[in-house]
């Protein structure tokens, strides 16, 4: 009786949920433009859902790479950890002032790049 009304929340939620999204705008990617609006706290908690994205991405893709491209998926693991949210946002908007051409790509792409430049040492030292 109790998993019964148990699976029966849960589907209402997920059905409520259903038509929210149905009804709703589609989210978009947020880009400079966006990110000048934010708060410090604001911008800490965006770059920390990117980064928790990428991590969880990077250990999907682990349980299908080879040995070299999961040492790499580690050490930026061992990167992103290390460094800070803080220090990762601080770089992304160091490179928003160098790159004005990419004001209109999504912030998640400048994280990334970020990320290929602060991590370069952690990826050279798993070799």
Sequence with gaps: M???AIASSIMSVVLFNLTYAENSKPLRLMT???W???TDKEKEL???GVLDGQVALLNEVAQHAGPKEVQNMNAMVQCIES???KRIKDSTESLMVVHVEDSNKPIPLTI???LAYVCK?????SK
């Excluded at 040492?121 to 030292?125: D, F, N, P, T, V």
């Design 121 to 125: 040492s952690y990826r050279e030292k």
């Design 46 to 48: 965006y770059v920390s």
């Design 2 to 4: 109790l998993k019964a």
């Design 36 to 38: 000048a609006g934010l």
């Design 112 to 114: 990334s790049k970020v």
């Design 32 to 34: 400079q433009y966006n």
């Design 83 to 85: 460094e800070g949210v």
